[in-house]
């Protein structure tokens, strides 16, 4: 995957969208005293340049200098000149192109250009003294920053401390992805919900999952648990050879990125096989009922201010007063986008305030050991005055025949 390729119809970023926001993680770069972020292939990258590169041991790296106006370079081997000129800062011009031939040192490339950047900015009217201090992306390889220690004396930090606030929070264009990204995982649950489950394996049903989610656009189909009767109870279960039985229930988790922006939806279907006395017993829809409720109270309660943690008590506390707080052992939610997992995490102990265009999911779960688990999840942005959910597939307990 390199470039950006479009499909007529979707919505892409404006071009513009990347001058803003390499111009923004420099200022917020500068006011941390960084002399520079050093961005490696991943979702900054991509963030920063639109550019989706492959990572590999030959170094691609964008330097930024902490300093608003100061150029920032996209560094990348020559034989992958082509692709990283066409990616929409390059193309725009709002970054220089610096290749690098076979026989270089592409990590002392990056040095120098570190150096030139501090000493610009230290000779600058009011400059500090260059602090050489240096944030690097969370997914850079380590044999590039073990390489990059070694000729470039600096202190090394992470440069997620600059990037996570502009990340977190979604453009218009960025919460459109999504929107769509959720939209076409919808239809793929109603799909799998409404076709043949019983007699047939929870990999064979995986694989039905990761070709319509593929037929519904998605750049790839990242994932598809699915987790039939006792495997529900293993929250990140996966498919296995398991053959689905009648009168059990299955935990579908399934999503992947669409135009770079990820899907993630759950839902719960019980499979009778047609025999209506193979149904759901009392113990499990007085479960679900519980998990509904939960799921709907952590809805309701996103808006602009309310803490990551309230959003978790808020599900956590009527699966708790239910008698089943034991049984869910995860946190409620976890940020979405370019990544399937970022910032902001809903989790006990956040005291992050959420704000108007953060995404994140609300996935609450309970799992009885040996017997079965149920997890709802939808993907919600926050809203101006609440909630606004991209999933819209339907909640209930999906009871199916399922032959
Ligand atoms: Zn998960
Ligand atoms: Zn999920
Ligand atoms: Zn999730």
Request: proline share 6%; hydrophobic share 45%; net charge negative.
């Amino acid at each position: 995957m390199t470039g950006t390729t479009t499909f007529p119809g979707r919505v892409t970023i404006p071009v513009e969208r990347y001058a803003a926001r390499i111009a923004a993680a420099q200022r917020i770069a500068a006011d941390q005293g960084l002399a520079a972020l050093l961005i490696g292939v991943g979702p900054d990258l991509r963030y920063l340049t639109g550019y989706a590169a492959m990572p590999l041991e030959r170094l691609t790296m964008l330097v930024a200098p902490a300093a608003s106006g100061a150029r920032a370079s996209l560094v990348v081997p020559r034989l992958e000149a082509m692709p990283a000129r066409g990616c929409p800062a390059a193309a725009a011009g709002f970054i220089d192109l610096r290749t690098w031939e076979e026989t270089e040192s592409a990590h002392g490339l990056v040095a120098d250009l570190v150096r030139d950047a501090a000493a610009t900015r230290a000779a600058s009217p009011g400059g500090r003294p260059p602090s050489l201090e240096v944030g690097v992306s969370d997914t850079l390889w380590a044999s590039h920053l073990l390489r990059l220690q070694e000729v470039l004396p600096a202190g090394f930090g992470p440069a997620s401390t600059v990037l996570r606030e502009l990340r977190m929070v979604k453009d218009p264009e960025e919460i459109a992805l999504l929107r769509e990204a959720g939209a076409a995982a919808d239809r793929v649950v109603d799909a799998i919900a409404s076709g043949r489950l019983v007699g047939r394996t929870e990999a064979d049903v995986a694989r039905e999952v990761r070709e319509r989610l593929l037929d519904e656009g998605h750049d790839t189909a990242d994932f598809a648990i699915v987790a039939s009767g006792p495997n529900g109870a293993s929250p990140h279960h996966g498919a296995s050879e398991r053959v689905i039985g009648a009168g059990e229930p299955i935990v579908l988790d399934i999503g992947g990125p669409l135009g770079g922006y990820g899907s993630d939806t759950t839902r719960t279907i019980w499979v009778t096989g047609g025999d209506p006395s193979r149904g759901p017993d009392a113990a499990f829809l007085t479960a679900f009922a519980v998990l509904r409720r939960a799921h709907e109270a952590a809805t309701a309660a996103v808006k602009p201010g309310a803490t990551a943690e309230s959003i978790d008590a808020a599900a956590r506390d009527v699966i708790a007063a239910a008698g089943l707080g034991d049984l869910f052992i995860h946190r409620t939610g976890h940020g979405i986008g370019l990544e399937g997992h970022e910032d902001p995490y809903i989790v006990a102990g956040s005291g992050l305030r959420l704000k108007a265009g953060m995404a994140f999911s609300i996935e609450p779960g309970i799992y009885r050991e040996g017997a079965w688990g149920m997890r709802l999840e939808d993907i919600i942005v926050c809203g101006t005055d609440g909630p606004d959910v991209l999933n819209r597939s339907a909640l209930d307990l999906r009871v199916v025949a399922g032959v």
